[in-house]
Antibody, heavy 119, light 108 residues
Framework: QVQLQQAGPGLVKPSQTLSLTCAVS??????????WNWIRQSPSRGLEWLGR?????????DYAVSVKSRIIIDPDTSKNQFSLHLNSVTPDDTAVYFC?????????WGQGTLVTVSS | EIVLTQSPGTLSLSPGERATLSCRAS???????LAWYQKKPGQAPRLLIY???NRATGMPDRFSGSGSGTDFTLTISRLEPEDFAVYYC?????????FGQGTKVEIK
């Protein structure tokens, strides 16, 4: 059974970096068929895909245009997990953040982490 | 970017009734990569349908998806109490996902 377990702080100050991790069990993040995504949900933006990382002989990333200048998603193969780093956050980045596995759709999801951006 | 518009915003129905949810895309969805999710408060989205009409593992057969091109439908043939939730459509294209704004199915 594939499981995704999220971890990270629930409160981040404006202008700082939001960092979350997603630990995967039951699958390998280095799999040549899986893709690992970050999505967020807020009342103002709804569900918003942020980006993805995947391994196809080498690591690849794709990011949403809306956050492309501020986001990094990176894998940690030693821990079989991947991380989201979103810098220069503002209150508009307050949302519930989810990680998910999937190429064309998300079949397994993390439990979600509410991140509030506030001083 | 493809924009997905869901209608209606809210559907008020009774248990046992049929629910028909619509998802319209601003342009044709690539290779019919259209999925539907169920979401309840405090939970992650749950994949119901992928590839327009394929039920995800373990999903009851009262859930069905149809459509092509720009118009897609999720049908719940007979609402059970646990089906009252928000439903989202999602498409995959240009190496990214976009979601509709959701349809809330509430108890009448």
């Amino acid at each position: 059974q594939v499981q995704l377990q999220q971890a990270g702080p629930g409160l981040v100050k404006p202008s700082q970096t939001l960092s979350l991790t997603c630990a995967v069990s039951g699958d390998s993040i280095s799999s040549n068929s899986a893709i690992w995504n970050w999505i967020r949900q807020s009342p103002s933006r709804g569900l918003e895909w942020l980006g993805r990382t995947y391994y196809r002989s080498e690591w690849h990333n794709d990011y949403a245009v809306s956050v492309k200048s501020r986001i990094i998603i990176d894998p940690d193969t030693s821990k079989n997990q991947f991380s989201l780093h979103l810098n220069s956050v503002t209150p508009d980045d307050t949302a519930v953040y989810f990680c998910a596995r999937g190429v064309t759709a998300g079949d397994y999801w993390g439990q979600g982490t509410l991140v509030t951006v506030s001083s | 970017e493809i924009v997905l518009t869901q209608s209606p915003g809210t559907l008020s129905l009774s248990p046992g009734e049929r629910a028909t949810l619509s998802c319209r895309a601003s342009q044709s969805v690539n290779s019919n990569y259209l999925a539907w999710y169920q979401k309840k408060p405090g939970q992650a989205p749950r994949l119901l349908i992928y590839g327009v009409s394929n039920r995800a593992t373990g999903m009851p057969d009262r859930f069905s998806g149809s459509g092509s091109g720009t118009d897609f439908t999720l049908t719940i043939s007979r609402l059970e109490p646990e089906d009252f939730a928000v439903y989202y459509c999602q498409q995959y294209g240009n190496s990214s996902w976009t979601f509709g704004q959701g349809t809330k199915v509430e108890i009448k």
